[in-house]
Structure formats: C-alpha cells, structure tokens
C-alpha cells in the first residue's frame, strides 16, 4: 500500500440484488484500495462481479453494507467524483468526436468553445488529430476507446475507474493499446482501477493486482507489480514477468478451496 | 367515402419508417421505373378515355383535368390557401401537443397511465362521425379542420416519440450519472436526440395524413378549401376539377413530405456521414 490516505477505498463492500425474487449476492466483502498515482487492476472470472464494485465505486449504485472512501471521506454521493470509462465505448452517435470528448467538461459547465480548445490539445497525444469532426461510426474501434478515454479524462477527475477498455479488440490493437495507455498514465500520472480478465494486461500496466474469486466476489489474492517502470510492452518476455504470471495464474485458478470457506462463511 | 375509412392514421414502427428520409436524397434516376408508369398509365387512360368515348363527367382524361386546373387556376388557388391553413395550423398544433404529450408520458408513470389509454382511444373514434358535431360546437370556419387534423396528426408524434426516449440507452444515462450530470442536462444530451429520429418519423407519418384530415373536416361543411371545392364540383358534375382539386391536394401533401424529410436530412446529417 502507498502511504498516506488511498484515492479510493472500499471497506468490506457487500451488495446484493433482488433478481426473479431471488436474493443475488455479487460481492461477498470487498476490502482493496488504490492510491494516489497507482494504477491497481482487478483481476477475475467472468460475472464475479467486477463491475458491479465499479458501479458503487462510481455512484451508480449503493452497496448493501460496507464502506467506500474517496480520499479518505465518505461523500453524500459519489457521482461525479471518479472518472468512469465503462465497456461499451458509449460515444454519442449524432456527436462528432470532438464533441464527444468534451462532454464531461460540458456536464461540469464549461463553455463549449473553452472545452473545445482544451480538448483539441490532447487530440494528437491520443491518436486522434483529424478526426475532430468526424462522426463516431467513422472510426475504428482502437480509436473509439481512445476518443472514450479521452473524454474519461478531460473530466479531470485524478481517480479514474476503466472497465476492460480493450475487451472489444483485436490483439494487435490491444497490444498497441496497452503500450499506449502505459505511456499516458506515466504522462499524467492518475489514479487507476482497471478490470480485467487478461492476465497480462494486468501485469504490464498495474501497480498491484487484485485476483478476485468467483462470485461472490471476495480478494482472494494482491500481488505487487515490481516490474520497473517506464514499461515497453517487451516486459512480458522477461523471467520477472513470468514468475509474476505463475502467481497470478495460480491465485485465480485455486477455486474449490476458497470458494468452499467462503460458502461455509455465507 | 369509402376511402376515408381507409385513412385512419396507421402506427407503424418508426423503423420501418426510417427509410422514408433517404429516398429524397437518391439519385432522380431511381425514380425513373416510377415515372415511366405513370406515364403509361396516364397515356393508357388518355388513349382510353378519347377511344371509348367516355363522358367527360364520368371519368375526364388527363388532359381535361389540366385543362380544368388551367381554366379554374385563381378558384383552385383561392381553396388551396385555405386548406394548407387549416393544414399548417392542425399540423403545428397537432406536433405542440404530441410532443408535450411524449414528453409528460416518458417523465411521469402516472401521467402515463392516465393519459396513454385515451391517447389510444381516440384513434378508435371514427373522425368522419366525430366531425359534424365539431361543425356544430366551432361552426364552418377554420378551427372544426385544424382539430380534424390534430385528432389525426397527434397519434403518430406522441406514439413514436414516446418509444424514441424509450429508446435510450440505460447506459448512456448512467454514464452522464458518473460525470455528475442533472436530470435536465441528461435530458438534453442523451434523450432528446436519441428520440429525434422518432419524432421526425412521426412527423413524416403525421404530415403526410394531416392534408386528408383537412378536407374531411371540409366535407362534412365548409365554405372554401379543397375538399368544399371537390364537393361542390361533384354536385356540379364538373368532374375533371374534382380531379384537379384531387391532383393539387396530392401535390401539397408531397410537398410538405417533402419539407419534413428535408429538414430530417439536416437534423440527422449524421447519419450519413460514416
């Protein structure tokens, strides 16, 4: 853990949800936290979970008990605290990209020309220079999540919460993604929560790694990242990096025993 | 008569009419197979009409019809004006209260529930016996047609603009959410353009039925329009003018299709550009 007061932290997070009169419990007790300028990622089955701890982390929903802290307080409501990046890049179809990627800065009140001016800067960092006015059906996908970042971004919210961002592609791209965001975070250093079920993915960007359970999803295991940084994407052919795969690999595939204490404790 | 009970204001799903917009922008050259049976047609009935012998007053061939709209242009004229006001009126009221009516429908399940059966329901009066009585609350000016119709005009914008912010993506809403967004700003940016497409499919729909709600209102008693012109040329046995009358009706009908479509080209202009 870094010191001081973790950006985000959850606290023994339970939710559960009624579904077809069934009660669901999706998390079990979570308990992690990420710091500031720490790139954390949440590792584990399909459906565990994940991002249902994103929906409470970001407001969307309360959990059933359980505590959430952004910079150490507990807020009247959390929406519109941490910058949200969901799955789906969720691009506004009658937007160009421009306009898309300002929408945050317009939802906070910033006059539409200023929020222009201020996003057209990033336009070349992100890949994105001569795209401005297009529309979002005119881009490839790699790009779409670019423009989707961005806009994650320009909310200027130093916590930012990225929910599988390249699940969608191919993994050429993907590769290419990663390395990209790796260098991005390293330029302006944010606070990050990132879900996925890639491995490697995990390794090469985080800071730590959280291996969650099935569901409901408990930690079942943090494993620190001491890769050193800055990271080039050939990290992942290093004996270090290997060693770091097997442990995280293991952590996820040890399912019976874990899940079978924490039925006993349910 | 028996047409007008075919015209009852159809409620079809605004994906089957979103095609509708494109056809204005093709090429004139896809209308060309349209174009050479109308011709056929009206070739065929002119050749028809002199060869037989048919009497002018029974069915008119083309040429006496334009003959008609030419000889009577300033009369046909005169009813034109008065009955795209009774058109534009309807219209623009028929679309203030089909897109309030949406509007209080999506944001309120009470409102809904209240109001959604009647909306229905009105669909179910048949306008043709609902119009005399019109005629004997508001008397033979303009207002009796302009609420024909609204009563025709309002179903298709309140039904396809309801599904359009029905439409909304729940995740789009919750990502504004995250951003801290206010109900009213998710309103402006998410709902309202995810349901315009809708809304315009509407207002295709409901433009294109509005001119025949205006001369049902002019049939049932009137003192101009094109419909009282239709009635009164009928009576008079001047059929090629009821024709005349018919064919300018078509062509204000076309126009402000065409108008709608047009400004659904610019409103949705994204859509094109992929």
């Known amino acids: 853990m870094t010191a001081g007061v973790p950006k985000i932290e959850l606290r023994d997070v339970q939710k559960a949800f009624g579904l077809d009169g069934r009660r669901v419990v999706a998390l079990g ?61 969720l691009l506004l179809p009658w937007r160009t990209i421009l306009d898309n990627v300002i929408l945050g800065l317009e939802v906070r009140g910033v006059d539409r020309e200023a929020a222009r001016r201020e996003a057209l800067a990033h336009f070349p960092a992100f890949g994105l220079a001569g795209f401005e006015d297009r529309y979002p059906a005119a881009l490839s996908g790699g790009m779409r999540q670019r423009a989707a970042f961005l806009r994650t971004l320009l909310l200027g919210k130093d916590a930012l919460l990225l929910d599988e961002p390249f699940g969608a592609l191919d993994a050429l791209t993907r590769a290419d993604m990663q390395e990209w965001l790796l260098h991005i975070w390293e330029t302006y250093r944010p606070t990050v929560l990132f879900i996925t079920h890639d491995v490697d993915e995990a390794i090469l960007l985080s800071d730590r790694v959280y291996v969650l359970s099935e569901r409901p999803a408990v930690v079942r295991r943090e494993v620190r990242i001491d890769l050193p940084r800055p990271r080039r994407y050939e990290v992942v052919t290093t004996p270090a990096f290997t060693t770091l795969k097997a442990t995280v690999l293991a952590a996820l595939r040890s399912r019976p025993e874990p899940a079978l204490t924490l039925g006993g404790g349910r | 008569m028996a047409r007008l009970v075919t015209t009852s204001p159809p409620a079809p799903s605004p994906q089957a009419e979103r095609g509708l917009g494109g056809e204005v922008s093709r090429p004139l050259a896809e209308y ?123 179903f298709p914008i309140v039904v396809n603009t309801v599904d359009g912010f029905r439409s909304v993506d729940p995740d789009l809403v919750d990502l504004l959410r995250t951003m801290g967004a206010t109900p009213r700003q998710i309103f402006t940016k998410v709902q309202v353009p995810t349901a ?25 008693g009137a003192q101009a329009g094109l419909g009282y012109l239709m009635v009164r040329s009928a009576a008079q046995f001047q059929t090629a003018r009821v024709f005349a009358a018919i064919l300018v009706l078509s062509a204000m009908g076309v126009a402000l299709f065409g108008l709608v479509a047009l400004i659904e080209r610019f409103a949705l202009a994204y859509r094109r550009a992929s």
């Open chain 1, 29 to 89: 007790g979570v308990t992690l936290a990420a710091g500031e300028a720490e790139f954390v990622s949440l590792i584990g089955p399909s459906g565990c979970g994940k991002s249902t701890i994103f929906n409470v982390v970001a407001g969307l929903t309360e959990p059933t008990s359980g505590e959430v802290l952004i910079d150490g307080r507990r807020p009247a409501s959390r929406l519109g605290l941490v910058g949200y990046m969901p799955q789906k890049d």
């Open chain 2, 196 to 220: 315009l497409p809708y809304l315009l499919s509407g207002t295709k729909i409901a433009i294109a039925v509005s001119v025949i709600g205006a001369v049902i209102g002019e049939w049932v």
């Open chain 2, 32 to 154: 060309a197979a349209s174009a050479a049976l109308a011709l056929t047609a009206l070739l065929a009935w002119e050749v028809a009409a002199a060869g037989f012998a048919i009497p002018k007053w029974l069915l008119p061939a083309p040429s006496d019809v334009v003959a008609a709209l030419v000889a009577s242009w300033e009369l046909i004229a005169r009813h034109t004006l008065a009955t795209l006001e009774e058109v534009l009126v309807g219209f623009v009221a028929s679309f203030v209260v089909g897109v309030a009516l949406a509007v209080a429908i999506v944001r309120s399940r009470v409102v809904e529930r209240a109001l959604y059966p009647f909306v229905v329901a009105s669909q179910t009066i048949p306008i043709v016996a609902i119009a005399p009585v019109l005629l004997v609350w508001f008397g033979y000016g303009l207002w009796p047609k302009a609420i024909v119709v609204v009563l025709i005009c309002f």
